[in-house]
């Protein structure tokens, strides 16, 4: 194959984003499940329109390359819940890193590293691109189901602590949106969306 | 309201780009309509991934944000297939252009500024980068009904001049893209997808 048919390839395989399905819902559809392709746009745009509350510098270009490639590995490895258990999500990266190699593999060998590379550093988030990608990721869920009577957080009785600590992330790298997240969670609480602990 | 207030009150209406149907199916997904939000992630990809095609300079960071926002304005003004009526067009350019005063307004001022003259940009497809942003929007369909027996083109009888018409971008933004384009539309014929004029 030349290069773009693979690139081509590439951009059919993807398709089968459209086809793996999150906890989220969409509230203005009949309250569906959310696919991870149609998170991966409302992701990007998210981190866009909050770039300014990073606290520290970071190429809002390369956040949104990566969000926009962030969840292509459950084509494969499918979605798991953010709340599962620990050695679920030890199971999940293992799974998650087969298929990055599978996916990103169908494109020429450039782009191919260019992509897997990203992934692994969105993944390890140790750079601050990583970091404010990440928090956005966890932080729009959140405003989901503010919006939406608790969605997700309900149907699985999930604590505020768990919330907190998977949003994280934000109290260093956009501390405005961190004060955010604890009132949020406050108010879920007081709304009985979320389990105090 | 404040500036992030507004922020989250736009990040959330454009929700409702998720309940947006198009013409194009989603294979892998039982051949259900494909939704404006997972057709704008999967087009942002695209334009990243065939940038090397474009015959002159681009900006991909901004091709890539003017796809992420180029169908916002159907929340309020609906998908109109891509080979409706003249007429239709111009009434639909009318009901868009109000959508975008509405959607976009709901941000902070520079924001709203900034969001606003690039869909203009995309929409007048008069720059370099609007046009390859076009061309990836329109080459999308493409590929994905041919991967699909024809699909959409099938089903309302489209001609082959009409698909190279909508193509037609790519002849002096991405002649290699048009190219393809032209021997994919001949193999259409040739299989019955697209009608011959």
Redesign the interface.
Known sequence: MN??EK??A???E??????VYRQTT????KNRS??S??H???I???A???Q??AEYSIDI?RV??ML??HDIIEIDAGDLFAFAETKDHDLQALKEEKAAQRLFGL?PKQ?YNEYKTLWFEFEAAETHDAQFAKSMDRI?PL??NM?NQGGSWVKHKVKQSQVLARNSYLQFIAP??WE?VISQTDLAVSNGWLIKD
């Open positions: 290069d773009l690139q081509l590439f951009i059919l993807i398709d089968k984003l459209k086809a969409v509230k203005e559809d959310e696919n392709a149609e991966s746009w409302h990007a745009l998210t866009q329109l909050l300014e509350y270009n949104v390359k926009l490639i494109l782009q729009l405003v989901q919006n405005k949106l955010y």
